[in-house]
């Protein structure tokens, strides 16, 4: 077996993450232990995220120790197993990291059915987090009812996308804020969502106030700063601000500004952070309704790979700057290859 090239964290970033807050390793895989199996990694996803697990502070995972294998969310195929569980060729989800393979327990790795014609980078990504995350803050937490306006934030990315169209297909009117001509038209073309902003070059506030004239029922929030502020603000009566991310702060340097907040009381509004290691007993039906769709093609969404373990730092970046065109993934290896 070759040697395991790993990425290794070994400097906390202060803005940005750079190629010098890591080290790459390559070691000889030990052989797994009972009860253990060896993946073969195939696919790493990089949520936005993913920046805050570098930090010192804990965040829902704890803080990435220094000098470990990047902490990484990917898909996998077993190449050997100690476990009646699993066996080789068997496509798993896991916690692999940033690596080309893991040895992990059976028990914390997810076993995937794969639908033939659906491609496999979607079930660690739409037909995942992304998807549960979307569709279980709609739902649990907006409690959207038909007729009521929907706005969301980062509207073209993966979460926002499916928020979007999730949204629709409930009866709501929505609108989606998204960054540049380009994304707004696929959201519109593409996802059928009538209602786009584009924040890069309208006057968002002008815009909010033309399209939700009688203010928001709810807001799906994915990125903070001002714009999060002109929806908590407009928000109406008993509005709901599903709390899902603040990407826009990650780097550091944005702070999120309380002036709007009193507008809460004011509306007797709601506002409810999301976390989707809540709604994991979701999973089976909630992948199942989204995969249905995704069949029929009335759910769209966009995956984006970038190949092999060294563009880590440019995939990150990527989704810093929204160059990311959906999902963003990193291949770690070709799953026709294995
Ligand atoms: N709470 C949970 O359990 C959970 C789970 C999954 C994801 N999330 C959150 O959901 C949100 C979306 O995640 P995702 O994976 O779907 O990523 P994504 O939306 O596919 O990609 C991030 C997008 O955010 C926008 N963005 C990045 N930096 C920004 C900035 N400084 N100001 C404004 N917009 C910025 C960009 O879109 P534009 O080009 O349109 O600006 C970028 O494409 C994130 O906040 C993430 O943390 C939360």
Redesign the pocket.
Known sequence: MSLNTQWRLIARPEGEVGREHFEVTHLALPEPGPGEVRVRNLYLLI???MRLWMNAKET?FPPQPLGEVMTGITLGVVESSRDPSLVPGDYVNGLGGCQEWSIAPAGHLQKLAPRPGVPLAAYRSVLD??GL?AYC?LTEIGKPKAGETLVV????????SLACQIGKKLGLKVVG????PE?CAWLRDECGIEHVID??HDDVAARLDVLCPDGIDIAYE??G?P?MDMLIERLRFKGRVVL?????S??GG?TQNTASLMTLVNKAARME?????EYLHRYEDVVGILQDWAAEGSLKYQIEVLDGLDSIVEAIGR??????R???LVKICDERSV
């Open positions: 949520p936005p995220s829902y987090v992304q995350t803050g934030t980062a509207a073209a990315g993966s979460v926002g804020i998204a960054g540049g994304k924040y890069k994915n990125v700063g714009v899902c991310g603040l990407v826009s990650y780097n944005v952070g999301f976390l989707v290691s989704v810093f700057h929204g160059k990311n959906g999902v963003q």
